[in-house]
C-alpha cells in the first residue's frame, strides 16, 4: 500500500515537473539606435608641439626663434693611439749539463725593455681604460717552478704590476704549461723606458726559481723554461707623448637631420637665419681644420644646394685642448673652441635650410700638429674627448609660407575599441577650431596601414580654416573659427580598422600677406573634437 | 539591469503563444496551496507579470529580443505616452508545493487543519523613471543639446532569491479560514539603483558635459549569480485569514467570503561581499585633454576620464552587508456567489515600497460544468493602467487546472496597452 501511495506521489511529481520545464531558448539581446553627441578630444596646440626636437626661445618682443643644435660630426681618436697587441715570447736557454739545486734557487732571470709601435705617435704615458695580458708558462724540470711576472713601469695606484706563479714538476717530453689572463684595466703605464726618456717600452721582469717549497732537484741538461706574454685589446683611458703629424678626413655623402622632419613639401621664406658651425677641440694636440664642403640634400627635392662662405677650402687653424688638474686624477678638459658664423649676408645659408634638407653632407681634413712637436711631448687624449663640429642654427620665426605642408605619423593601437566601433552606425566627428595663428591651414588626418601606404583620408582636404586676422604691425588680433567635418561611414570604419598609422597633415599658407609674418609665443590654436554619430545599442 | 532567460521566456510565451495560460498581478499567495477534501494535495504553479504604465507590449517585445531592432516608431509611441513619473515591474514565480493532514474533526466540529511546505524560485524587479530617463537610454543625447535631461527620481531593483516554506492551514468547517506560512530565504542575486538626482547638461554642439549626480547603487556579489549562489539570507511571513460572509443569499448553496492576506512580509540580508556605492558629485567633461595633437598614442585614445570632477562630495565605493525589504503584498479579497453558477469578486491590493499603485481587480466567474468553471475579469492600478483578462479551471479526477491571464489587452492591442500576466497552477489529490 505504501509502495502504491509512493509510487503514485513520485509519478505524479514527474508530470508536474515535465509541465512547467520549458524550452530554453537563446534570446538576441535588445538592439536600438541613440543619437550620441560627446565631446571626444581637446587640445592647444602651439609651434613647440610641431618639432619637440627643437627649442622655440620666446625673445625680448615674444616673437619666437627656433633653436636647432645638432653635432655634425665626431672625431674619436683614442682608437688612433689603441696599443696593438703584443706578444713577447721566451724560452730560457737549455741546460748543458746535469746539475742538482735546492729549493728556492734561481732558474732564471731577466729584465727586457719592449717597444710597440703606435701608428707613428710617441706616446709617454698611457692609462689602461680596458685591456689584458696573457700569460703562458711552460716547465720542463721535475719539481715545481715558481714564475714572478712584473711590469715595473705599470702601476695600479703605487703598487707595480708582479704576478707569481708556481707550475708543478713536468719532464722534457711532457713539460707542464699554464696560462693565466690578468686584467690591466686601470694601471698607468710608464712609457719612457728605464732611463725615462725614451717612448713606446714597455720594461718587463721575469724570474724563476726552484719552488721554495720543494725537494733538491737534479736539472737534466735539455731542461728549459717558457715565458710567453701577450697584450691584447689595451685601449687607453688617456695617452699622453707627442701625436706625430697626420691628415685625417671626415666625410660623409649625407648625414641624417631631422630639423624639418616634420614638413613634407610646401615652401616657405625666411626673413633671417643664423649658424654657428663650431669646431670643438677636447685633444691636447693643435691641428688645422679644411673645410672642403658643406651641402644641404633634399632627397625628396633631389636638389642639393652646397655652402659658400669665404672660409670653405681654406685651413682653420684650431688651438690644442687645454687641462685643469693633473693628468692622472681625472682632469676637466679644457675645450677649446674655433667658431664660424654664417648668415645671409656672407653665405647663401637661407637657401640651404630653405632647401628643407633631410640630410646633411660634409668633408672635412683636419691635420694634426701641423708645426711638429711643440708641445715636447705633451699632447694628450681622453678616452672620451674628441674633435667635434656643430651646428646651432638660429631661425627666428619669420616667415611667408606657400602651403608649408607638416606632417606626423602616430601609430594607432584600437584594439580594445573594436566593440564601440563596431557599433558606431554613421555620423560626423567635428573638429571645432579656433586659431590664432596668421596662416591659411587646411588639416587632414590621413589613415595609413602598416607599410605607410595611404587608405583613406579622414578629413575633407579642401576645408580651409582661415588666418586669424593681424592688425597693422602684422600681429594676431583675434582667431578665426572654423568646423570641420568628419564624416564617419561604414567604409571609413572599415579603413579604421585596416589603419595602423594615423598621419596628421597641417598646411599653412600666408598668402594673404605679402611680409614676412612673425610667429609669437602667445599664438595658439584651440582644437576640439566632437563626436556626433548614431550609435548602435547591442548590450544591455 | 539584467533579465534573466526565464524572465524573458515566459514574458515571450505570454505574449506570443500562451496567452490563455497566463494572466495579471500576482496571484502568489497561501490561497493556491490550500488543500479541499483530500488527504494529501501537490502542485505547481508558475505567474509572471510585467506591466508598466508607459512602455507597451509591442515595446517589451522588442527589448525582451522578439525582435532584432528596435524602430524608432516604437520609441516615439512610447515616447508620446510618458509622464513626467512612470514606471515599471515584474514578477516571475515558479514553484512546487505538498501538503497534507495534520488533524480532522468529526460530528459538530469538522476542522481540518494542515500542513504545507513549498519550494520557489522568485523574481522581481521594478522600476520609476522619468520621461527623460527613456530619452536619454533611447534616443540618446543629442536631442538634449542645449538642454538638461533630468535623470533623477530614478529607482530600478531587482531581487532573485528562492524561497523554502512551511507553515499550516487550518479551516474550521463553517466558513473560516486561518494559514499561516514561514519561509526561508536564500538570496541569489539582487541590484538596487537609487538615483535621487543626475542631471546631464549637454552643450548645444557636444563640446561639453556636466553630470550632477547623487545616487547610490547596491549589488550582491557579483561573482556568482548563479542558482547556486548564495549572496544573502532571509525569512518572510505569509497570513491569510478567510471569513465567511455573504451579502446575498442565493440559495443554499450560496457562498460568500471576506479575505485578508499578507504576503512576503520580511527582509534578505545581502552578505558583506555586496557593493555599495555612493556618488555625490558634480562631473564636467569636454573630451579627453591632450597636449599635443602630434602625440596622440594609445592611452591617449583609450582614456575615458572625466575632465574634471568639479563637487565631489561624495564618492565611495565599499563591500558591505545591508538587508532589504521584501515587496510584501497587502490584499482583501471579497468573493460572493450572486446567481446559480456565477460569482463575484473583487481584490484590493498594495505592496510595500514597491512603486505599485492601489491594484483593484474585479472578476465574475461562471461555472459552465462541474469540472470546467471560466471567469473574465478587469482591473486598475498596481505598475500598469487597466487590465482585461480571463480565467479557466478545470477539474479531471484528481486533477485541477487553473489557468489565467488579467493582461489579455495587453495581448490584443500590444501597441497600445501594456500589460502582460499570466499564472497557471497545476494540482493533483491523492
Known sequence: ?540 | MNFSWRFRLLTLGVLLGFPVLLAAQSQWSLSQVRQDSADYSLGVRSEFFLNSDALDNDFFLAFLGNRDFIETSVKDRISDRLGSENRFGGELNTGLFFSGPLARGKGDNPFRLSYFIGLADRQHVHSIFSEDVFRLGFYGNKRFAGDTAKLGDFELHAYQYQQLQTGVHYDNGRGRILAAGLSFLKGQGQQSIEVQQLDLFTSETGDYLAADTRARVRQNDSSNTNLDAFNGLGASIDVMVQYQFNLLEVNRHGNGWLRLEVNDLGYLWWNDESLDYRVDSVYEFEGVVFDNLFDLNDSLLQSQNPSRIVDDIENSQGRSSYRTLLPAQFRLTFSQDHHRGFNFSMRIEQRLQAQFKTFVLLKESYRLKPWFRVALMGGVGGYGRYYAGAEAQLKFAHWELLLGSNSLEGVVLPKNSSGSNGYLALRTSF
Not at chain 1, 692622472?328 to 677649446?336: A, K, Q, R, Y
Not at chain 1, 687624449?381 to 646651432?392: Q, T
Request: proline fraction near 5%; include cysteine.
Open chain 1, 1 to 540: 500500500m505504501i509502495s502504491k501511495a509512493f509510487s503514485s506521489f513520485v509519478l505524479r511529481g514527474v508530470l508536474l515537473l515535465l509541465v512547467l520545464a520549458g524550452c530554453r531558448d537563446v534570446f538576441e539581446a535588445p538592439r536600438w539606435d541613440v543619437d550620441l553627441l560627446a565631446p571626444i578630444a581637446k587640445t592647444t596646440l602651439d609651434l613647440q608641439d610641431l618639432d619637440q626636437d627643437s627649442l622655440l626661445r620666446e625673445n625680448n618682443d615674444r616673437s619666437l626663434t627656433l633653436v636647432f643644435s645638432e653635432k655634425l660630426f665626431s672625431l674619436e681618436l683614442d682608437s688612433l693611439f689603441e696599443i696593438p697587441e703584443q706578444r713577447f715570447d721566451t724560452n730560457t736557454p737549455s741546460y748543458p749539463f746535469s746539475v742538482n739545486l735546492p729549493p728556492g734557487n734561481s732558474l732564471y732571470t731577466d729584465v727586457s725593455n719592449n717597444k710597440f709601435d703606435a701608428s707613428g705617435a710617441e706616446l709617454t704615458n698611457a692609462k689602461v681604460r680596458e685591456g689584458t695580458i696573457e700569460l703562458t708558462l711552460l716547465n720542463t724540470l721535475n719539481e715545481g717552478v715558481l714564475f714572478t711576472y712584473s711590469i715595473p713601469s705599470a702601476k695600479l695606484g703605487a703598487q707595480v704590476f708582479r704576478k707569481q706563479e708556481l707550475l708543478p714538476a713536468g719532464s722534457i717530453a711532457a713539460p707542464t704549461q699554464s696560462s693565466f689572463t690578468y686584467d690591466l684595466a686601470g694601471y698607468e703605464l710608464d712609457l719612457t723606458g728605464p732611463n725615462g726618456n725614451d717612448h713606446n717600452t714597455i720594461i718587463l721582469d721575469v724570474e724563476a726559481v726552484v719552488d721554495p717549497g720543494g725537494q733538491i732537484v737534479n736539472v737534466a741538461a735539455g731542461t728549459y723554461l717558457g715565458i710567453k706574454s701577450r697584450f691584447s685589446a689595451v685601449r687607453p683611458e688617456y695617452v699622453e707623448g707627442y701625436f706625430g703629424q697626420s691628415t685625417e678626413r671626415a666625410t660623409s655623402d649625407g648625414e641624417p637631420t631631422d630639423l624639418f622632419n616634420y614638413v613634407q613639401n610646401g615652401e616657405f621664406d625666411l626673413e633671417e637665419v643664423n649658424l654657428d658651425l663650431r669646431i670643438r677641440n677636447g685633444v691636447g694636440v693643435d691641428f688645422t681644420a679644411e673645410i672642403l664642403g658643406l651641402t644641404s640634400i633634399n632627397s625628396e627635392t633631389n636638389t642639393t644646394i652646397a655652402l659658400t662662405h669665404p672660409t670653405i677650402g681654406s685651413s682653420l687653424n684650431v688651438n690644442r685642448a687645454g687641462i685643469s688638474g693633473l693628468v692622472n686624477t681625472s682632469p676637466d678638459v679644457l675645450f677649446s673652441d674655433f667658431d664660424l658664423s654664417f648668415d645671409q649676408s656672407n653665405s647663401n645659408l637661407d637657401e640651404l635650410i630653405e632647401n628643407q634638407p633631410d640630410q646633411l653632407g660634409y668633408q672635412v681634413d683636419l691635420t694634426l700638429n701641423p708645426l711638429g712637436n711643440v708641445s715636447n711631448h705633451r699632447d694628450f687624449l681622453f678616452y672620451d674627448k674628441g674633435i667635434d663640429i656643430f651646428l646651432d642654427l638660429e631661425v627666428p620665426l619669420s616667415f611667408s609660407a606657400n602651403n608649408l605642408t607638416l606632417l606626423d605619423t602616430t601609430e594607432l593601437e584600437i584594439a580594445d575599441r573594436e566593440d564601440f566601433i563596431n557599433n558606431v552606425i554613421g555620423g560626423f566627428l567635428y573638429a571645432y577650431v579656433d586659431i590664432g595663428y596668421p596662416f591659411d591651414a587646411t588639416i587632414q588626418l590621413v589613415m595609413l596601414d602598416s607599410n605607410f601606404n595611404f587608405i583613406d583620408s579622414l578629413v575633407v582636404p579642401t576645408t580651409v580654416i582661415p588666418a586669424a586676422p593681424v592688425n597693422a604691425i602684422l600681429r594676431v588680433d583675434g582667431t578665426s573659427s572654423a568646423k570641420l567635418p568628419i564624416p564617419i561611414n561604414q567604409n571609413q570604419i572599415d579603413d579604421f580598422y585596416a589603419a595602423r598609422y594615423l598621419a596628421t597633415r597641417i598646411s599653412l599658407t600666408t598668402t594673404s600677406q605679402p611680409d614676412f609674418i612673425k610667429i609669437y609665443s602667445d599664438y595658439r590654436m584651440d582644437l576640439k573634437v566632437v563626436a556626433d554619430f548614431t550609435y548602435r545599442v547591442d548590450e544591455f
